[in-house]
């Protein structure tokens, strides 16, 4: 529960091409301007001045991103040949996410498939939020998919909260965090999307943690699973008292689960169907592409 320092950072996984960070809650991955006074950029450089690439603005190219608040595993490669070769995992929809989070509420389903679309809220004063497909002010929104699992009921400061683990099969902003929201269980200690009585000032963080992330790249398959930090050896204030589900089960049953094939991007049920054609790669999408590869563009998913 110590507060992010530029010294503090958590390596999980290293080799010669990526990195995995275990990122700290309310920390940005990096920042232009000066007010920001700690990113994981930043910790980056202090951990590794030698493996800053001068050629990037950021001197890292991060493989993908975590909202600020949230925090758990985060890839990074060491070079443009490496950024490419994650960067196909994910458009071909070929990576393994999991998340760990405390949401308000005990849910009585032990799985749950939540499938809302979720597009941007144009709605005044919600700028920079998403929402689900019928609200008001919903503009172009898009399939989304996110598999649920039910691991403990307890209380957290006295209110009934389920300590649940997420697999998003889709990566859209904000998308885990609109979605138990939509389910009416939103995630503990989120200030967009948690409930409106004031009572999410009170955590000391949002509870939604990347846990386990495989990028199964041509030259290495980077896996990573992170400490769980919902324990209350960690956190007092939680108090589990139903075990529903171990978590030992599932990390097993996601370490064996087959890599999605890379004509499709399909691992099986649940996934949304591909395209029936591919369309040929546009200029914009090249250019979109060759932007990534110098820095990073893929869009937040949690």
């Known amino acids: 529960m110590e507060p992010g320092s530029v010294e ?8 010669r091409d990526f990195l995995v960070v275990n990122k700290h809650w309310d920390l940005r991955i990096d920042s232009k301007t000066w007010r920001e006074t700690l990113t994981l950029q930043k910790q980056l450089r202090h951990r590794f001045p030698e493996l800053a690439d001068p050629g990037t603005c950021y001197g890292f190219r991060f ?56 597009g941007r809220n144009s709605t005044e004063g919600r700028a920079h939020t998403m929402c689900i497909e019928g609200t008001q002010g919903c503009e172009n929104p898009k399939p989304s998919l996110t598999e649920l699992v039910v691991l403990e009921h307890g209380l957290y400061a006295g209110d009934p909260v389920s300590k649940v683990l997420l697999k998003p099969l889709t990566g859209r902003t904000h998308q885990l965090r609109v979605h138990c929201s939509a389910l009416g269980h939103p995630v503990v200690g989120d200030l967009t999307y948690g409930e409106p009585s004031g009572r999410e000032d009170r955590p000391f963080r949002m509870m939604l943690h990347a846990f386990y992330l495989r990028i199964p790249t041509d030259g290495e398959c980077v ?33 064996a689960t087959p890599d999605p094939d890379p004509e499709d991007g399909a691992p099986g049920p649940g996934r949304p169907p591909p395209p029936p054609t591919k369309p040929p790669e546009t200029e914009t999408q090249r250019a979109s592409c060759l932007q990534w590869l110098s820095e990073w563009t893929l869009e937040p998913d949690s």
Do not use: M
Not at 229 to 255: I, K
């Open 8 to 15: 503090n950072l958590s390596i999980v996984y290293r080799s």
């Open 63 to 118: 493989c993908h991103q975590l909202d600020f608040s949230t925090s758990g595993a985060l890839c990074v490669a060491l070079n443009k040949a490496a950024a490419g070769s994650a960067y196909r995992c994910f458009k071909e929809r070929r990576v393994t996410k999991a998340y760990l989070a405390l949401l308000r509420g005990h849910i009585q389903e032990s799985r749950v498939t939540i499938s809302h679309a979720i």
């Open 223 to 255: 896996e990573a699973c992170t400490p769980d930090p919902f324990l209350p050896s960690l956190d007092p204030c939680w108090s589990p008292d139903t075990l529903l589900q171990p978590l030992d089960q599932l990390v097993q049953a996601l370490r």
